[in-house]
């Protein structure tokens, strides 16, 4: 962790792959001169740490898999530098794509995922996509497909957000007008995964609460699962993930390590 800064910070994301083994975007190392992803199998034991400094890497934003390979965004923001790089989980680097203007931070910018097509660049926390092709060029307002689903969360007026899938379309509310929904992912079977985050400023201390949300392939209500956000020690922009059978797996931030749990939802 960084614990310099005010508040302190750490890794800024991981992924899981299929074999249940995780990746961790190693964020505090790249101050070190060792940008790297620390890979770690189901048990916890550190398998590798992939070493990405003969490939320039300045900042690992976020981190993202489609089970077997991963894709990083890199920024340099010093130099305006946005790039795209998939790679092996040895490190073996297969493309590396520049961002164009347009389509970064100032622009709403908040990392990758990777749907049933590709690589997408997501704004706003998963708002809207934008499919970035091996040439540089840009399909805009695109709507992912993940595990042959298409999806999309569109915020509606004040605490509404309205869920629209292949198969169905329902509302998601929330007891603030604070906070929004974000989609964690789509099960096997066809699950639709959220994290619903409720933020409540009328007390003398802002109090968030995270509701991580499953629904069925039709809408229906399934169950929830209630997470205290001040259990994390720093704040990990991408904290949650799905693994291959469609469990909810948590990356979770103690004072002298970080861990990976199941979340029964």
Do not use: C
């Not at 398998?47 to 490939?55: F, G, K, R, Y």
């Not at 003398?204 to 209500?221: D, E, K, L």
């Not at 990990?236 to 797996?249: M, Y």
């Amino acid at each position: 962790y960084d614990t310099d800064g005010s508040p302190p910070s750490g890794p800024s994301s991981f992924a899981v792959l299929n074999d249940g083994s995780v990746v961790i975007a190693d964020t505090m190392a790249v101050a070190r001169g060792e940008p790297r992803l620390l890979h770690y199998d189901a048990s916890g034991e550190l398998l590798t740490a992939i070493d990405l400094a003969d490939h320039d890497v300045a900042a690992i934003v976020d981190v993202v898999s489609d089970g077997s390979k991963l894709a990083i965004l890199d920024v340099l923001v010093s130099m305006s530098r946005y790039r795209v790089l998939t790679l092996g989980v040895d490190g073996s680097v297969e493309a590396t794509v520049d961002v164009p203007s347009g389509f970064r931070f100032e622009d709403g910018l908040t990392g990758l995922a990777w749907d049933d097509k590709g690589v997408l660049l997501e704004f706003e926390f998963g708002a809207s996509y934008a499919r970035l092709a091996s040439a540089g060029s840009i399909e805009d307002s695109v709507t992912p497909i993940f595990a042959g689903t298409t999806v999309e969360l569109i915020p509606g007026n004040g605490r509404t957000t309205e869920v629209v899938s292949s198969h169905a379309s329902f509302a998601i509310q929330r007891s603030t007008d604070l906070g929004g929904a974000t989609l964690i992912g789509i099960g096997p079977d066809g699950s639709i995964v959220v994290a619903v985050d409720e933020v409540d400023v009328t007390g003398p201390a802002i109090v968030v609460m995270r509701r991580v949300q499953r629904y069925s392939a039709t809408g229906q209500f399934v169950t929830e699962q209630v997470l205290d956000a001040g259990d994390q020690y720093v704040e990990i922009p991408r904290a949650l993930e799905l693994d291959a059978t469609g469990n909810v797996v948590y990356l979770q931030a103690h004072p002298d390590r970080v861990a990976i749990a199941a979340i029964e939802v």
